[in-house]
C-alpha cells in the first residue's frame, strides 16, 4: 500500500522510499537476483556523502545504485495539477456517476486556469456541469458534428472549461482533463527530461558501486500526457544534446496512483531503448 501520494508533505521520504525500494526489487528480479539485506538511504547516513543518492539495494547480481526524481511533462505541471486537484477534486468526485447515461465526461480546465482560485464559488459550476451534461452527443460514436462538448467561459462560471462526453467503459464517470497544445508539448517535455538528466547523472554515476548497476527511476501519475514513447524519445533527444554525461545502465518508469496497482515500464534497460525493451507490467 502505498505511504502517501506524490505530493504528500507529511510522509513524503516514507513514500519515496516506498517507490525506490520497489523499483529496486523489481529491477534485481528482471535481471535475475534478488534484494539481500535492508535498503540504505545515504541520506540518513552519518556522515551523510557530499552527493547522496537516493537509495542503495544490495543484491545477489551486484549493488543497484538508484536516482528518483518526478517526471513533469512541462515545467511546473506538479504544482499546476495539484492546485486543480485540490479545488475541484471534491466536485469531481461528487458528480461522478450521477450524470445522465450513457457516455462519461471530461471537464477541461486548461493549465494555470485555476491559479488565483482558491476561494471560487464552485457551486455554479457545479450547476452548469449538471444542467448541460444530458444534452450533449456522445463523442467516438461517428458523428463529426461538434455536439459532445459544451464551452463556459467567464463571468458566468469561475474561470473557462470545457465539458466533454464520450463514448465508453466508465459511465457515467467524471474526470478532470488537462489541455495541452501538442505542438508544444514535445519541446516542453524533451526541456524537462534534460533538466532532470543534468540534476541527476553525475550524482548517480558517483555513487555507482563498483562492479554495480545504477537506474534513474522516474515517476508520474499522469494519464493523459506521459506515455512511454514519448518519454523516451524526449530522454534520447535530450541525451543526445548532452554527450559528456554517463547514461545510466536502466531507466525505469513508474505509473502511480493513490490506490494499487502501479505500474512499471522500461525506457531503458542495458543498451537496449524502448521499444526493444520489455513490456509493461506490474510493480511487484
Not at 51 to 57: I, K, L, M, N, Q
Not at 277 to 283: K, R
Request: glycine residues 10%.
Amino acid at each position: 500500500m502505498a505511504a502517501a501520494t506524490p505530493e504528500g508533505a507529511p510522509n513524503a521520504r516514507e513514500y519515496e522510499h516506498e517507490v525506490v525500494e520497489r523499483s529496486a526489487r523489481a529491477l534485481a528480479k528482471k535481471l535475475g537476483g534478488e534484494l539481500q539485506g535492508p535498503m540504505r538511504w545515504p541520506e540518513e547516513e552519518h556522515p551523510v556523502p557530499e552527493h547522496p543518492v537516493d537509495g542503495v539495494a544490495m543484491t545477489s547480481i551486484g549493488a543497484i545504485t538508484l536516482e528518483h526524481t518526478y517526471l513533469e511533462s512541462f515545467e511546473g505541471e506538479l504544482q499546476d495539477n495539484r492546485r486543480a486537484g485540490e479545488l475541484l477534486g471534491e466536485l469531481v468526485e461528487e458528480l461522478s456517476g450521477t450524470l445522465a447515461t450513457p457516455g462519461h465526461y471530461v471537464l477541461d480546465v486548461a493549465v494555470g486556469a485555476v491559479e488565483g482560485h482558491r476561494n471560487a464559488d464552485l457551486d455554479r459550476l457545479k450547476t452548469w456541469i449538471r444542467t448541460n451534461a444530458g444534452g450533449l452527443g456522445l463523442g467516438g460514436s461517428g458523428s463529426r458534428q461538434p455536439w459532445h462538448y459544451v464551452q463556459g467561459r467567464r463571468p458566468e462560471l469561475p474561470f473557462d472549461v470545457t465539458l466533454y462526453r464520450f463514448v465508453g467503459d466508465f459511465d457515467p464517470q467524471l474526470r478532470l482533463g488537462r489541455p495541452i497544445v501538442f505542438d508544444e508539448l514535445g519541446q516542453a517535455r524533451e526541456l524537462r527530461a534534460g533538466v532532470a538528466l543534468d540534476r541527476k547523472l553525475p550524482k548517480l554515476e558517483d555513487g555507482r558501486r563498483p562492479g554495480g548497476i545504477t537506474a534513474l527511476v522516474f515517476e508520474t501519475n499522469d494519464v493523459q500526457l506521459v506515455n512511454i514513447a514519448s518519454v523516451t524519445e524526449a530522454l534520447v533527444q535530450a541525451a543526445s544534446r548532452r554527450p559528456d554525461l554517463p547514461l545510466p545502465d536502466v531507466i525505469m518508469l513508474i505509473r502511480t496512483s493513490a490506490n494499487e496497482p502501479w505500474y512499471l515500464e522500461w525506457p531503458k534497460l542495458a543498451d537496449a531503448w524502448y521499444p526493444a525493451t520489455p513490456c509493461s507490467q506490474v510493480l511487484p
